[in-house]
C-alpha cells in the first residue's frame, strides 16, 4: 500500500477541493483558524483531539464536524465514495504527527499535505475566513 505515506501538493489540494473529492482535515487550534482563516471547506479537528474525534461513533462525529466519519475497510479510508483525506496544520509537523495516530486506529489511506497552510498562503489559495 504505497499510499499510506503520500504526500500532496498545493496543485493536488486545490484541485481535489474543485473536484470535490477529498475531505481535507485541518489540525491546527480553533484561533488558528480564526485569526488566519482555512483552506475552504476544511474540517478542524485539533490534534489533541484528533484521537477521541476518530473515536467517536459515526453518529456523533456527523453531529459534531457535520461530515461522514471515515471508515476504515479494506485497509483504506473511504469517506464520501473513496475519496482520499488530506491532513494539514500550518507548516506540516502536527499534520504528520496525526497521520501516524490515524493510521494507528486503521486508517491507511491518508495524504498529507506537508506544507500545509503556509504553502496554501504562499501559492495565494483561497481562505475561508471564519
Sequence with gaps: ???QNSGVTFDDVKAGIENKNVTVIDVRNPEELTNTGKIPGAINVPLP??????ELSDSEFKERFGINKPTTEDNSVIVHCDNSVIVHCLTGKRAASAIEILKGLGYLNLKLYSGSFSDWQKNNGPIEKL
Design 1 to 3: 500500500m504505497g499510499q
Design 49 to 54: 483531539s484528533i484521537k477521541s474525534a476518530f
